[in-house]
């Protein structure tokens, strides 16, 4: 045990030494000197409080000192920032962050702390979390362990004490950076900045990693604490096949509690396996990286376009433009928060929008019959699809969206009267 020791002397003398002065006025003058048994031993005393042990090193050059939480280690991703106020668990388990490091803009995170209530998937797929200010304690009644904790038992590394307003800045001038985040004192800001150059994610097949293996049926709704419409489908049942590049659970949810029975297929199950279960309609779900690098979904999707309705959300959506001979492009910094004004051309109506992707797709690349339903009002890109001869319509971002707002949860209504249409002309 460490011993600590306090020394305390008094000396007393006369303010004035002048024979002249007719009053002395005495003063005590203290001295104090400490000790600890460090520093009778030798040994180095650490500081009470956590220090800089991590950094974030951006292929621009630019290094960041940080707190680590979470795992330790070294890990490479591509930089996002995000924007939303609220739901770090939900992004945390959003499949469609494979492969990134997630920015948050928000500077106090972690503060409701986690539960198994909100998870999006069956595990974190991050590469990492970049936080302002972790919060030290945790106050929500359904908080179960802290943030900290959460991220070291699935291995996900994160940091705080950066200055995350800085590298949201640095992001929006110059565009997506890939960063590689270390613990580890024996590499070299040179090494992790070789590391951050030489790794790409364009072009790579994320979505293989985060699909399911084997098909399986979904039978969960949105629970009636949370459920906040009160107009859904009930009676006739519609069978939907979801395509599963990444699938958020809350979409699940929300088809089945508008009355639809649910088949989720991995993302390499044949078109001709689904078109044999004769389903109602086919999902594409929403997924992580660049539509290109999957030409066997875009060719799965092809082979069902015409055959039943159809519904795609974000990589669904990007996948079917391609599908219909469109184009897509990667965005300077991708969209990514729970704040995201779209306006829906078809009525005038602005939705606020959560949305997570950085690629897009080219609206001048469409054939003629393909009408743009949605706009994004931040960037004016394409944000929803609609092609009613061929019987499908996307959206570019999540109408599910949990947490967030509910302006486009109709969405799944409109995909169960297309359902509905199409069975009464059959």
């Given amino acids: 045990m460490a011993t600590k020791a306090m020394y305390l002397s008094v000396t007393s003398q006369s303010l004035f030494s002048s024979t002249a002065t007719t009053k002395n006025v005495r003063v005590r003058s203290f001295t104090v000197r400490c000790s600890t048994g460090a520093a009778s031993t030798g040994a180095v005393a650490t500081a009470p409080w956590k220090v800089a042990d991590a950094r974030l090193v951006l292929e621009d050059g630019s290094v960041w000192k940080a707190k680590s939480f979470g795992a330790s280690g070294t890990q490479v991703g591509e930089v996002v920032f995000n924007t939303s106020l609220t739901g770090y668990q939900e992004i945390l388990t959003d499949p469609s962050y494979a492969g990134q490091f997630v920015l948050m803009t928000c500077p106090h995170i972690g503060n409701t702390g986690v539960n198994i ?103 969960g709704k949105t629970g009636l604490d949370w459920e906040f419409n ?70 799965t999707v092809k082979e069902i376009i015409g055959q039943v309705p159809i519904f795609g959300i974000c990589m669904g959506h990007q996948l079917l433009g391609q599908a219909l001979g469109g184009k897509t492009y990667k965005m300077k910094f991708g969209h990514h ?29 469409l054939p003629d019959g393909v009408e743009v339903t949605h706009v994004n009002l931040n960037d004016g890109s394409c944000a929803g699809l609609a092609f009613p001869q061929r019987k499908l319509m996307s959206l570019q971002y999540h109408p599910e969206a949990s947490p967030g707002p509910h302006d486009s949860d109709q969405v799944f209504d409109h995909f169960v009267e297309l359902m509905r249409k199409e069975k009464k002309s059959t």
């Fill in 337 to 365: 928060g729970g704040n995201h004004p779209v306006r829906n051309l078809r009525n005038g109506s602005v939705e606020i929008s959560a949305q997570n992707h950085n690629y897009a797709v080219d609206p001048e690349s």
């Fill in 117 to 219: 209530d909100d998870e999006e998937s069956i595990k974190c797929f991050l590469a990492g979390l970049v936080i302002r200010s972790l919060s030290i304690s945790t106050s929500n009644y359904r908080s179960t362990e802290s943030l900290s904790d959460y991220l070291s038992k699935r291995n996900i590394m994160g940091i705080y004490d950066v200055d995350t307003r800085a590298i949201t800045r640095r992001l929006r001038e110059e565009g997506s950076l890939i960063g590689v985040l270390s613990t580890e004192n024996s590499k070299t800001d040179e090494e992790l900045l070789e590391m951050s150059r030489t790794w790409n994610i364009v072009g790579v097949d994320l979505i293989s990693s985060v699909s399911c293996k084997e098909p399986y049926e979904w039978v």
């Fill in 230 to 299: 009160t107009s859904q489908i009930t009676g006739e049942a519609f069978h939907v096949v979801a395509y599963d590049f990444g699938i958020k659970h809350n979409i699940l949810r929300r088809l089945a509690s508008y009355g639809c029975k649910i088949t989720v297929v991995p993302s390499t199950w044949p078109a001709s396996e689904t078109l044999k279960m004769k389903p109602d309609g086919v999902l594409f779900s929403n997924g992580p990286g660049d539509p290109s690098a999957v030409p066997y979904a875009v060719e």
